[in-house]
């Protein structure tokens, strides 16, 4: 790929994800849409049928990273759409931001990528012909304080089955930087630590953004529950990029995106590129995991729930948006 140097972009619509709340699943069910939609072609690993353009070009699964920034012009009214973490454009410079959250830090990096100081010249984009496209981010933070900027979705997990998902990932993570906390392993603390003592105050602070930014500009800015996600794929994908596009559009080919996108096919290809399909594991470990969370008994889960909603509620979150049941399990 090559580099090329453009005006840098602010009206990049926002589909943020809370980590291990689908995040995968919407990168390649997205990506997958916008290359069908091209004229290229995608083999069902497990069935062996071909998808598309028999004679199009294939996916290239070797040279994917996975964004932030997608080239979706054709597929999207836009030229690209950021699918990644990030707190939500235009909440962090406003006064209603409380002194809990601006002294809360992250547990791990990678949750607010717009605003951890990237080389925002530089931004990674898939599906282009450029490895880097330039992101003006102070312009996107400006024009979404004022109501002015792009659409914005964030998809989010109910915490405790995201707090459960997301410790076995950065248990197994090749960087110290999530393996670990405050210097300290995490396979040394226990499940509860973690929870109470980082899981949930990171979820807050990056829900809460949204929660806010939705109330004051809700034609703007939409909260998307993974449960429902997980359980009506198609249906809740078309809600959300209708929104991120600004109106309704058609897409015929969203069913097989999604379709190809299933958890079971892409620990096929991930066993056909001998790596997860991030990249973040060690040895052939899969990034796609099951929460813990469900296999403990009713008692333990219910106490930790009631715990965890009174906590978050402390903090200014809304669970009366926290959606318990999923379907099926994805990335």
Excluded at 19 to 31: A, C, E, H, K, V
Excluded at 131 to 138: I, K, S
Excluded at 192 to 219: E, N, V
């Amino acid at each position: 790929m090559r580099l090329v140097f453009a005006f840098a972009r602010s009206d990049v619509p926002i589909l943020s994800t809370v980590p291990r709340s689908g995040t995968w699943f919407l990168r390649y069910s997205i990506s997958f849409l916008c290359h069908l939609d091209r004229g290229g072609r995608i083999d069902d690993r497990l069935t062996g049928r071909i998808v598309g353009n028999p004679s199009g070009a294939p996916f290239d699964f070797r040279s994917f990273k996975g964004g932030p920034l997608f080239r979706v012009r054709g597929t999207m009214p836009v030229d690209h759409l950021f699918v990644g973490h990030t707190v939500c454009p235009g909440f962090a410079g406003t006064a209603d931001a409380a002194d809990w959250w601006r002294r809360t830090p992250f547990h791990v990096p990678g949750y607010d990528y717009l605003h951890e100081g990237m080389n925002y010249r530089h931004t990674p984009v898939e599906l282009a012909s450029c490895a880097y496209t330039p992101l003006d981010v102070a312009s996107l933070e400006r024009a979404a304080a004022k109501g002015r900027g792009p659409q914005v979705v964030l998809v989010y997990r109910n915490p405790l089955d995201q707090a459960a998902s997301y410790y076995q990932y950065c248990l197994a993570h090749r960087d110290t930087a999530y393996s670990s906390v405050k210097g300290r392993a995490l396979r040394s603390l226990s499940f509860d630590d973690y929870l109470f003592g980082y899981a949930l105050p990171s979820y807050a602070k990056q829900f809460i953004s949204f929660q806010a930014m939705a109330a004051r500009y809700p034609r703007c800015v939409r909260l998307i529950g993974y449960e429902s996600l997980m359980a009506r794929p198609v249906d809740v994908l078309t809600t959300i990029l209708d929104h991120l596009s600004g109106g309704r559009q058609s897409r015929p080919a969203l069913h097989d995106a999604v379709w190809l996108a299933r958890s079971e096919h892409m620990k096929a290809i991930e066993r056909e590129l001998g790596r997860s399909l991030d990249g973040t594991r060690t040895g052939h470990d899969s990034h796609m995991r099951k929460a813990e969370a469900r296999q403990l008994d009713a008692h333990s889960y219910e106490s930790r729930r009631r715990q965890a909603l009174r906590m978050l509620e402390q903090m200014g979150v809304d669970t009366e948006l926290i959606e318990w049941t999923a379907e099926k399990q994805a990335a």
